[in-house]
């Protein structure tokens, strides 16, 4: 039986359910009356339910799709300006005892090389990524309890906050580890991370049991109930995702919104962010043995309808997708993107070479961080390193309050501005300092509040005299 308050897996992405949203969305597909009137009420901007945006999925009129595709760029801009932040992945350990069989970390996987780094070389992998200029990471690791217990996250974790090299902080520290206990997220809580991010991979259970066959993940309840768990441990920004490609999309879509109607409903707030990988090419791993792999064109309307169906939540991609199919996505909603990423263990100090293979997967997009700002700041965004609200206290139903009242933009913008201005100077190349510097110039124009400004203004001097970290 579906109950969106449900504290059971099968309950809450109850597989009925799905399915009967499916056959409704087929059945109602060409109701363009009952479609105009969703596009309609998803231009109140407070989003959509599972059942509405799985039949904008499944629309074909051409000028309707048009429609929702404007809305969601339109969207993106009302929520997030001209905005991206900037963040990277940092691989601490591949050890894993699952066997997903779609990850090349998984158990079976001899000849892959496994690393787990020490804190030393954390050390050097952070300073590593502070040189380019990142504020923000993501660690990830396998799951291994001897391995990679909670101690070494969390020890990692402190190391990660404590390297101040040059002008370098890492200011905030996301976390993306297997689902653990209450317990172990009240730890990570304590340790400072800031958003818990878990891919539930697919919301199929029948699959999920078949794609997971060995390991602790292999139990589709405790994986999927991992977020309620990591809110009863007071961690209240979590991260969603699924892994395009290995169940049919629709269904996937439909359970994604589910489960972000789960958390609004129990915790009274919804995720803070939700990322949008694809099944790529890895050691082991060929996406083309994966029947459900979606095209170009189907992902990124995947991506504009999640966009209007949850206008709030933060929308990730990584280097997993090309400059090409990223610059289209960014227009459609997504407002958080990786840059200079390695994917593979250690890979910032010492970039593996070809007949190495300890990377997660395959990155499509390898451009270093400074053509990635560049390249985002000759498309007219404006790049932002900034991590503000996870240290200011905003947090959970906080931020999210403060989000649909639409006063975090006022903090967002001059706080883009302060971070790209830091990155300009201590990082840039002369390039994408003085394209960067113009952008500031007109982005100080476009702050509306006149003491907002200027203490902008007043910040950016200070930072040119060497004071760092300022936020609103
Ligand atoms: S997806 Fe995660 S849990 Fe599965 S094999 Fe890869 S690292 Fe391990
Ligand atoms: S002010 Fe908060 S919401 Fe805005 S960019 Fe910074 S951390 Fe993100």
Redesign the pocket.
Known sequence: MYDAKSMKAEEFISHEEITDTLAWAEKEKDNLELIDQIIEKAKKRKGLTHREASLLLVCRDKDRLEEIYKLAEQIKKDFYGN?I?MFAPLYISNYCVNGCVYCPYHLKNKHIARKKLTQDEIRKEVIALQDMGHKRLAIETGEDPVNNPIEYILESIKTIYSIKHKNGAIR?VNVNIAATTVENYRKLKEAGIGTYILFQETYHKESYEKLHPTGPKHDYAYHTEAMDRAMEGGIDDVGLGVLFGLELYRYELCGLLMHAEHLEAVHGVGPHTISVPRVKHADDINPDEFDNGIDDETFLKIIAIIRIAVPYT?MIISTRENKNVRARALHLGISQISGGSRTSVGGYVEPEEEDENSAQFDVSDNRPLDEVVRWLMEMGYLP?F?????REG?TGDR?MSL?KAGQ??N??HP??IMTLKEYLTDYASEKTKEIGEKLIEKEIGNIPNPKVKEVCVDHLKKIEEGVRDF??
Not at 386 to 390: F, I, Q, R, V
């Open positions: 905005r932040v905030r933060g932002s900034c991590t503000a609200c996870y905003r931020f989000c975090i933009q903090c967002c706080n883009a936020r609103f």
